[in-house]
């Protein structure tokens, strides 16, 4: 099984910066596209990112392009986010997911993965 977990939430003011972590010990997650989704209050949980199981392939939602990048480093077995010039809108918790595939284009789609970590909290006060 794979389990994800989150790491490096916290609070930011608005036009900074913040990298959050996505990691497994399963081997698995090695061939497994990873995608970051997140939730505020009220609203809808919304695609953000996606990368596929090499990182040759990288979706990124409309309104986080050209501020959010998704990279991994499969030694390390982690997925990142590094999230510029953030805004208050950004503030959620975004969860890592994770599903086993070598399709070349990772999917947008919440119901395409298995495999879910607890989410982690960001905070942009303006």
């Known amino acids: 099984q794979v389990q994800p977990v989150e790491s490096g939430g916290g609070s930011v003011q608005t036009g900074g910066s913040l990298r959050i972590s996505c990691s497994a010990s399963a081997r698995t997650f090695d061939n497994c596209a990873v995608a970051w989704f997140r939730q505020a209050p009220g609203n809808e949980r919304e695609f953000v990112a996606s990368i596929n199981w090499n990182g040759g392939m990288v979706s990124h939602a409309d309104s986080v392009r050209g501020r959010f990048a998704i990279s991994r480093d499969n030694a390390k077995r982690t997925v990142y986010l590094q999230m510029n010039s953030l805004k208050p809108d950004d503030t959620a918790v975004y969860y890592c997911?994770?599903?086993?595939?070598?399709?070349?284009?990772?999917?947008?789609?919440?119901?395409?993965?298995?495999?879910w970590g607890q989410g982690t909290q960001v905070t942009v006060s303006s």
């Open positions: 997911a994770a599903t086993e595939t070598r399709a070349a284009v990772p999917s947008r789609w919440e119901n395409e993965y298995d495999y």
